[in-house]
């Protein structure tokens, strides 16, 4: 089997005991100015698409004009983390990006918040005095299909967006807006009178971006904050709010909040200081469950993920002592992590850290039932961190096994600023992990390529070391990464995995392909030659398993609406 997914690619020789993982590769992408990568998704087709925001024209590597201010940056990238292409989208003022997903035609939809005119790419003028939410559709070239300004009278920040079974899509966020512009429900805190009086704002649109409805949820107090340190760059870009579709076509939301029990919020605080919310909604938007988690101090959510089983994994940073939900002490500001069941039950709560300020930022469950955690860290050797520190921010990477327990982790950077945002595990190969952020280090630590700016895009390929490897300190010492692809004749590879409709499926030769629900019926089969798709949505969300019955292999797959 062609893998059509991997980026940076290098050959790997005969499976061994598993060893600390590695640095196997890195890219710098950037300009003379401000590159933030802020998120990185897998395209339908080869490679992956890194995206954030850029306030620089034609330098460095990169070849696009700037619009103005802040502008979306795209770049997608080959399997050698080569660019395929480049995108620079915006209007004359800043349009800072906040998510990218693929969509099932194979483009992807971009989300973020814009204080541009009509300008540029840009056909909306704002609908109020703050930033408004801005989705853009591009197809697999990048080129702009449509664009969508939504917002009230104040400030509006898109978060998150997610196509959705129906084609359309969910953009969740954060508003001060009372009833205004394109909103239609009333602030629930009492109206813009303070800075951060924000409630959670969904917005869901039809494939050709018009509103269907749109929601406010909240409590009294305030909604989605953060704590800014370290670099201006860094806090106007750490997130707010995360949001993730269900297995049953709901959405859970993760956000921050200070808010006592009061309107959408049942339950009080638990120290006067913002608590990590989380809530389940159903495919209308509508509250079915929430819960309020936290210690005596400040608790902020930054990261939020759904394993298989549908469990939920939230994440952020904490400073609480054990207190409330919290169970183990605090270093300084750790990575804490909260695992749900589907229902909202809390099953257990990691903290992680060491004797500085660690701010998680990313996590996303593994092949293996455990978990990757990508945040920055400016603390040395210390308690569960088990390297030295390299410069003023570094990427602190953390993988867990299935009950949070560490199982190892990582330091990378030079001398300068590094900051994760984005952490994916390959499609294709278990514990081939790349995570992406912004660095602002020259060459120093373990850091190769000096820095075009200030910072710029960095994305670097994680894994392990084979007992038969050539080297157990290999590092790409150039932004030229290369190397070479094994076939794999006995399995076979499926994206988008979790899917809505259509599963993608890629095989070297001809097969039938037998889907069964979890009681072991047989639901669907249909015989593909090489590629083919496989239309699902006539079955319900939930998790099957897909059998190639001239290998025998089969692999799971996971169904949401």
Not at 372 to 383: K, P, W
């Amino acid at each position: 089997m062609k893998k059509t997914v991997l980026l940076f690619a290098t050959a790997l020789t005969a499976t061994a005991a598993l060893a600390q993982p590695n640095l196997r590769a890195q890219k710098t992408y950037g300009s003379s100015g401000t590159d933030l990568l802020y998120q990185m998704c897998f395209s339908k087709e080869e490679g992956m698409v890194v995206a954030g925001s850029s306030a620089s024209g034609i330098s460095g590597n990169k070849t696009v004009a700037a619009k103005g201010g802040l502008d979306f940056w795209i770049i997608k990238l080959g399997k050698t983390g080569n660019v395929k292409w480049e995108r620079s989208i915006g209007g004359s003022a800043d349009d800072r990006l906040t998510d990218i997903k693929p969509t099932t035609d194979s483009g992807y939809i971009l989300a973020g918040w814009s204080i541009s005119p009509a300008s540029g790419d840009k056909t909306e003028n704002p609908k109020g005095n703050g930033g408004d939410y801005w989705v853009v559709k591009v197809d697999k070239h990048g080129n702009i299909q449509w664009n969508k300004t939504i917002g009230g009278s104040e400030d509006d920040d898109a978060q998150a967006i997610l196509q959705t079974g129906d084609g359309g899509y969910l953009v969740a966020g954060i508003s001060m807006s009372g009833i205004s512009g394109n909103k239609t429900g009333k602030n629930i805190n009492g109206g813009p009178l303070l800075w951060n009086t924000y409630d959670i704002w969904l917005v869901k649109l039809d494939k050709d971006g018009n509103i269907q409805w749109d929601k406010t949820i909240g409590g009294t107090a305030d909604e989605g904050m953060i704590y800014h340190i370290y670099t201006p760059q860094q806090g106007s870009n750490r997130r707010k709010l995360a949001c993730r579709q269900a297995p049953d076509g709901g959405f859970v939301i993760a956000t921050s909040s200070n808010s006592n029990k009061s309107a959408n919020k049942t339950e009080n605080s638990y120290g006067g200081s913002p608590d990590y919310w989380v809530l389940k909604t159903d495919a209308q938007g509508n509250v079915l469950w929430d819960k309020t988690i936290g210690g005596s101090g400040e608790d902020y959510v930054s990261a939020l993920d759904i394993a298989d089983d549908g469990s939920i994994l939230v994440g952020g940073y904490s400073w609480s002592d054990p207190s409330g939900n919290k169970t183990q002490d605090h270093r300084n500001s750790d990575y804490w992590i909260v695992k749900l069941s589907g229902t909202g039950t809390l099953l257990w709560d990691k903290t992680i850290g060491s004797g500085s300020d660690d701010i998680l930022q990313e996590i996303q469950h593994t092949s293996d039932g455990g978990f990757i955690l990508a945040g920055n860290s400016t603390s040395g050797r210390a308690y569960d961190k088990s390297e030295p520190r390299l410069g003023e921010n570094d990427y602190w990477i953390v993988k867990l096994n299935s009950n949070g327990a560490i199982e190892w982790n990582r330091t990378f950077g030079g001398t300068g600023n590094d900051v994760p945002y984005a952490v994916l595990e390959d499609q294709d190969e278990p514990n081939v992990y790349y995570i992406g952020g912004y660095s602002a280090s020259p060459v120093s630590g373990n850091k190769t390529a000096d820095a075009y700016g200030d910072p710029d895009y960095w994305v670097i390929k994680l894994m392990y070391h084979t007992a038969t490897s050539e080297s157990t300190n290999d590092i790409t010492t150039s932004n030229k990464l290369s190397g070479n692809e094994t076939a794999n004749n006995t399995s076979f590879r499926i994206y988008p995995n979790p899917v809505t409709t259509v599963l993608h499926i890629q095989n070297s030769g001809k097969a039938t392909y037998v889907l069964t629900n979890q009681a072991g019926k047989a639901v669907l089969t249909k015989t593909i030659n090489g590629n083919g798709d496989i239309n699902l949505a006539n079955l319900t969300a939930g998790i099957y398993y897909l059998t190639n019955t001239a290998t025998k292999t089969t692999q799971k797959v996971v169904i949401t609406r």
